[in-house]
């Protein structure tokens, strides 16, 4: 009987070193799998870098991935100019040589003129409006055809909502007050203000400043007041005008290359479209945050001079405006057609009960009457 425990020890031990033995071998096999799971994207922006609102938003969008896949998927983000120019993002994503980018569709109305109705449409919907259209009315559905042949996929990623007018040197007094004028504006907005005689220059952010100084540029709009006070327009420009009736949602796009996309594990796609739904609110709510408090200090502490512009602009901007939006839609091609239709069809509808609800709301709340605050 003396001999059965240590027996019973032996065995135990060559069973324990078995199995310890088969968990090590399971850890070589297991730890290179993990390794190769893990995958890098680069992603281009049109922004300066860590420029308030977009550049910040593409790293934040970022980072939270990182930290939801648990670093299985890591995406490195490049400023603009870093890896690419500003305006090349859309080549470097097709071509491979960067995996996705952060910037805005109406930057790429050479690819299709139809992208442009993603960002924004002057005299168009709000945020909440174009919203509604692509969640609910096809037209994310529209903008996967646009972008399907360059193999590519968008998403929205936030909204700087509602916009100023811009920047200028010289009053606005009337419709005939632009033209001559050089202005940088891009998208629709810019078509419509070309057929009253003013000449539109496109350039992106970090170079509009030094455009605006030397007067190579004689006015610019930009986004708001969050980002124009950054920039520090008010040093140069006299005027700051509203409303931005050329942006009145302007959309942020995360587009990426479709097979790398179709490529990822069902997990991590899952979660990487959660973290562009999540960074979309925490993009368009920042901006309404701030915006406010940046307006008060371009009146109150820079001395900036606020003005409407008048009537007769908007009223001859709007149809100008209305004058493209029907050449886009009668000289494109098909999905462009088919997609400026259903634009139209979705701001009929939102505007018949925006005119009743968030309109007729902000007009109650002008009336005269008491009111903390």
């Not at 009987?1 to 399971?26: D, V």
């Not at 708001?224 to 302007?250: C, Q, R, S, V």
């Not at 709340?365 to 009111?371: E, I, T």
Request: proline share 5%.
């Amino acid at each position: 009987m003396t001999g059965a425990p240590q027996t019973l020890k032996r065995r135990q031990f060559l069973k324990g070193a078995a199995l310890a033995g088969t968990a090590a071998g399971a850890s070589a096999i297991v730890t290179p799998a993990i390794a190769q799971s893990r995958i890098e994207w680069k992603m281009v922006t049109t922004w300066p870098k860590n420029f308030p609102g977009q550049g910040t938003g593409a790293v934040r969008f970022a980072n939270s991935v990182e930290a939801a896949t648990d670093g299985r998927l890591k995406i490195n983000v490049f400023a603009a100019g870093e890896l690419v120019p500003p305006f090349e993002s859309f080549d470097a994503v097709t071509r491979g040589a960067a995996d996705l980018m952060h910037a805005t569709p109406y930057y790429w109305p050479n690819k299709s003129k139809a992208l442009m109705i993603f960002s924004t449409v002057p005299f168009g919907m709000t945020t909440s409006e174009a919203e509604a259209w692509m969640q609910h009315g096809g037209g994310q559905q529209l903008w996967d055809k646009v972008l399907d042949p360059f193999n590519l996929k968008g998403y929205h990623a936030g909204s700087t909502g509602v916009q100023m007018g811009g920047w200028f040197n010289k009053e606005i007094t009337s419709a005939a007050s632009v033209n001559g004028m050089k202005m940088r504006i891009p998208g629709l907005g810019g078509e419509a203000l070309k057929k009253m005689g003013l000449t539109v220059v496109n350039l992106p952010g970090g170079e509009i400043f030094a455009a605006l100084q030397s007067g190579a540029i004689d006015a610019t709009e930009w986004v708001g007041p969050w980002n124009d006070l950054t920039f520090g327009f008010y040093k140069i420009a006299k005027y700051y005008y509203w409303p931005g009736m050329h942006e009145p949602g302007t959309q942020i796009e995360v587009t990426v290359d479709k097979k790398k996309l179709n490529a990822l594990p069902k997990d991590l796609r899952a979660i990487f479209e959660a973290c562009v739904y999540q960074e979309s609110i925490k993009f368009t709510s920042e901006f309404n945050a701030r915006n406010g408090a940046s307006l008060q200090t371009l009146v109150q502490t820079h001395n900036v001079q606020l003005k409407r512009f008048p009537n007769d602009f908007l009223q001859v901007y709007g149809e100008k405006c209305g004058e493209v939006i029907q050449e886009l839609r009668d000289g494109g091609d098909a999905v462009t057609k088919e997609t400026v239709e259903s634009f139209l069809k979705a701001r009929r509808e939102q505007s018949g009960w925006g005119r009743i609800a968030e309109q007729g709301f902000l007009n109650a709340r002008l009336l005269d009457y008491k009111f903390p605050g």
